[in-house]
């Protein structure tokens, strides 16, 4: 007559004993196991061989578990998991009626990660996969860990994980708020056993930005003035004997970005030039700077961009700028910059010397060539009064302000009224006024070209990389599901669940149910 018994071992010890007739006496002869070596997690058969009939005889599993105690015939089954790898040395050793012992080593193995596969970067959104051994049959998890940019630790699993004893894939969640680092990647078989870290370099999705203004500091080498500005420093006042009624201009500062502004009274006019600068950190780099956009009146205008020598991180261009009597310009440019979407660009006391930096310094200038009369001195003279009409090029300042307002003035190419004069250039500065806002939107609208542009070719690098990591995945996948024999997805499937049934079953039962999901997992599929 054949008898099974079964024992728990603090929930992983499984047993089935086969016990066959009655014996007075028995003799252990060997102890072997099936598989040898095995994973951990998988559900190893230990067999106790011997001759006659033992009572009694106990198991010591070695990996801490309580002994056990075992009747019957020989040979005699002991199914068992191992949650920790190791060397385990298994000792069966008779009692009462039942003499000798016998013992072996058994190697346990851990899930043990070799490389990783990928065909792009390492980033958000990405696919990738881990390459190793002694993964288990049945998933587990991997996990990626990383450093936010707070400095806080984070784990996160790879999502449609994909599971085989020598590769696991997925993707890695969309996450924001890290700077580029290098992470480990760690799996946990299904019984919970870790495997040994593995480093991989990671790229932060990247954003793309315009600078606010406040983060753009700027300097005139003419210095600030009542009618220079550039940024905030300066102000934007116009000369009021060029006209008789100069508009609110519209010269508040736009939201993003470098600008300035420059005006003239009657005389020579000005010239000099302005610098922008601003310091990002954080992996933050200059991109571009969109196309300067200008509005002004007083005469036609020219702007000629000079860009100097630059690097990734130092990028400059240059521009002078000029402008002539009773003339006034404001310019405007956005600094398109690209870093670690939701990371700063502004240093952090929490980032130490190891964060990445990068410094941007940006020189911008506009060169304003106008078509107008030549200049002369702006000596202080008195107003010539016997001729009627006066000539342009010799009035200074202090000689325009003396002029009645009927008076003609001489410009050369035509001859205007002193009323008349300023009359035009009200209505010039009223043209302007009209075209501001729309030159202000043309520059938003090559910012969010330029924005889109980045993000989209960003996406289809990542997208190609995916879709050749997906077709390596289903290749592996399918050769894994081969190699196990039909319908190995819902055999799987199955044994979980009886594992899961396990877990929570009486003694005499959990035996039958992790014996029922480890032939399931058998490559045979019997």
Same mark, same amino acid.
């Given at each position: 007559m054949n008898l #099974?018994?079964?024992?728990?071992?603090?929930?992983?010890?499984?047993?089935?004993?086969?016990?066959?007739?009655?014996?007075?006496?028995?003799?252990? =002869?060997?102890?072997?196991?099936?598989?040898?070596?095995? !994973?951990?997690?998988?559900? *190893? =058969?230990? #067999?106790?061989?011997?001759?006659?009939?033992?009572?009694?005889?106990?198991?010591?599993?070695? !990996?801490? =578990?309580?002994?056990?105690?075992?009747?019957?015939?020989?040979?005699?089954?002991?199914?068992?998991?191992y949650t920790k790898p190791g060397t385990y040395t298994p000792l069966a050793h008779g009692q009462g009626n039942c003499s000798g012992t016998a013992s072996a080593a058994l190697q346990v193995h851990g899930p043990q990660i070799t490389g990783m596969f990928l065909f792009s970067q390492l980033k958000p959104d990405g696919w990738v996969i881990i390459e190793g051994q002694n993964f288990g049959k049945l998933p587990g998890k991997a996990v990626m860990h990383y450093t936010a940019f707070n400095g806080q630790q984070h !784990?996160?699993?790879?999502?449609?994980? &994909?599971?085989?004893?020598?590769?696991?894939?997925?993707?890695?969640?969309?996450?924001?708020?890290?700077?580029?680092?290098?992470?480990?990647?760690?799996? *946990?078989?299904?019984?919970?056993?870790?495997?040994?870290p593995w480093p991989a370099n990671f790229t932060a999705f990247r954003d793309v930005q315009s600078l606010p203004w406040q983060r753009i500091s700027c300097s005139m080498d003419i210095g600030p003035g009542s009618g220079d500005r550039c940024q905030d420093q300066g102000e934007t006042n116009w000369p009021l004997e060029c006209s008789n009624n100069f508009p609110p201009f519209g010269t508040g500062l736009n939201p993003t970005g470098l600008q300035g502004y420059h005006s003239s009274g009657w005389g020579n006019g000005g010239s000099g030039y302005d610098t922008f600068n601003a310091t990002l950190h954080n992996g933050w780099v200059l991109d571009s700077v969109t196309p300067l956009q200008w509005d002004y009146f007083g005469g036609s205008v020219n702007a000629t961009e000079r860009p100097l020598w630059s690097?990734?991180?130092?990028? &400059?261009?240059?521009?002078?700028?000029?402008? $002539?009597?009773?003339?006034?310009?404001?310019?405007?440019?956005d600094i398109v910059v690209t870093g670690p979407i939701d990371v700063p660009y502004r240093r952090s006391g929490r980032i130490g010397a190891e964060a990445m930096r990068a410094a941007l310094i940006v020189s911008v200038s506009v060169l304003l060539a106008l078509s107008a009369a030549p200049r002369a001195a702006n000596a202080q003279q008195p107003a010539p009064a016997a001729s009627p009409t006066?000539?342009?090029?010799?009035? +200074?300042?202090?000689?325009?302000?003396?002029?009645?307002?009927? +008076?003609?003035?001489?410009?050369?190419? *035509? #001859?205007?009224?002193? #009323?008349?004069?300023? $009359?035009?250039?009200?209505?010039?500065?009223e043209e302007a006024v009209k075209k501001l806002p729309e030159l202000r939107q043309r520059a938003l609208d090559a910012f969010e070209a330029r924005r889109k542009e980045l993000l989209d070719r960003e996406n289809a690098a990542l997208d190609e990389g995916n879709e050749k990591v997906r077709s390596e995945i289903a290749r592996r996948v399918a050769a894994d599901a081969a190699a196990q024999g039909p319908n190995w997805e819902a055999r799987k499937q199955q044994a979980a669940e009886l594992l899961h049934r396990a877990a929570r079953a009486s003694p005499a039962e959990r035996s039958a149910l992790e014996k029922q999901a480890a032939d399931l997992l058998a490559p045979s599929g019997q």
């Open positions: #099974r018994y079964s024992t728990a071992f603090l929930g992983t010890l499984a047993l089935v004993l086969h016990v066959a007739g009655a014996r007075a006496q028995g003799t252990i =002869t060997g102890l072997t196991f099936n598989p040898s070596p095995v !994973d951990a997690c998988a559900l *190893e =058969t230990i #067999r106790v061989s011997g001759t006659g009939q033992c009572g009694v005889f106990t198991v010591d599993l070695g !990996d801490g =578990t309580p002994t056990v105690h075992l009747p019957g015939n020989f040979p005699i089954l002991v199914y068992h998991a !784990d996160v699993q790879l999502q449609s994980l &994909q599971w085989g004893d020598n590769f696991a894939s997925g993707q890695i969640p969309f996450i924001t708020g890290v700077l580029d680092q290098t992470v480990t990647f760690t799996l *946990e078989a299904s019984c919970g056993v870790q495997s040994n690097t990734a991180s130092i990028p &400059q261009e240059g521009v002078q700028w000029r402008i $002539d009597s009773c003339t006034m310009i404001e310019y405007w440019a006066v000539s342009a090029k010799a009035l +200074t300042r202090a000689q325009f302000l003396a002029l009645s307002p009927d +008076t003609v003035i001489d410009f050369g190419n *035509e #001859r205007l009224t002193k #009323r008349e004069f300023q $009359d035009r250039n009200s209505k010039a500065a």
